[in-house]
């Protein structure tokens, strides 16, 4: 399963979405995230359930934020 997060420039956490798809099949998925917001998927997070309940998700949301905002990247040719 997966986690991605909505977040804005400060970290803050809008939302959690959980994913579950076959790890050997690939599967395409499309978020569209409000003007000034960003979506990533959360790396080494560990869930009490499984589906993650409405309380955990909350709780995690209020609790957390994204330390890393916006990866920098370089463009090369």
């Known amino acids: 399963m997966a986690i991605y997060a909505q ?3 400060s ?3 809008y939302a959690l979405i959980s994913v579950r ?3 050997d099949k690939q599967v ?5 995230p409000k003007p000034g917001h960003f979506m990533a998927e959360i790396e080494g997070l560990t869930l009490k359930t499984d ?6 998700v ?3 949301a209020a609790r957390h934020k994204i330390a890393t905002v916006i990866p920098r990247t370089k463009l090369t040719r």
């Open 7 to 9: 977040y804005d420039r």
């Open 28 to 32: 395409g998925m499309m978020m569209v």
């Open 58 to 60: 909350r709780a995690i």
């Open 51 to 56: 589906p993650p309940s409405i309380e955990e």
């Open 21 to 23: 798809a076959p790890k």
């Open 11 to 13: 970290g803050k956490i």
